[in-house]
């Protein structure tokens, strides 16, 4: 099962101590195992842009498209066995405890409905 993993930065959280943010022993032990097969970290949310189309028309605003004090870092893409699994990795990423990490199921590429 593929799953998206994002990591999010909230306010909330611990204070971010860099010294303890092993991202990169953590990528290296995710690829050593196979189940890393892409990462990126994203530019700050003020530097999104955010489009729909209205009643044929294109909206364009800057930012992201929610008001919030969160916001996403960036993602890894992982293969695990199941949801446990995934759960085990995301657990040890530093943001778990600095920030937030969601999980979700990459849909089938052959067309999982979405809800």
């Known amino acids: ?15 971010y101590v860099a010294a303890e943010d092993d991202y990169a022993e953590w990528d290296a ?13 994203l530019r ?18 800057d930012g992201p498209f929610t008001e919030s004090k969160e916001w996403i870092a960036g993602f890894a893409l992982l293969e695990c066995a199941d949801l446990d699994e995934a759960i085990g990795i995301a657990r040890t ?9 969601e999980l979700r199921p990459l849909a089938q590429a052959n067309g999982d409905p979405l809800e």
């Open 1 to 15: 099962m593929q799953y998206a993993m994002f990591v999010v930065v909230d306010p909330d959280a611990e204070p």
């Open 29 to 41: 032990a995710l690829e050593r195992r196979g189940v890393l097969f892409d990462k990126r970290r």
């Open 44 to 61: 700050p949310a003020d530097e999104a842009t955010t489009l729909k189309v209205r009643g044929g028309e294109l909206i364009i605003s």
């Open 93 to 101: 990423h530093s943001m778990a405890r600095f920030g937030r990490i």
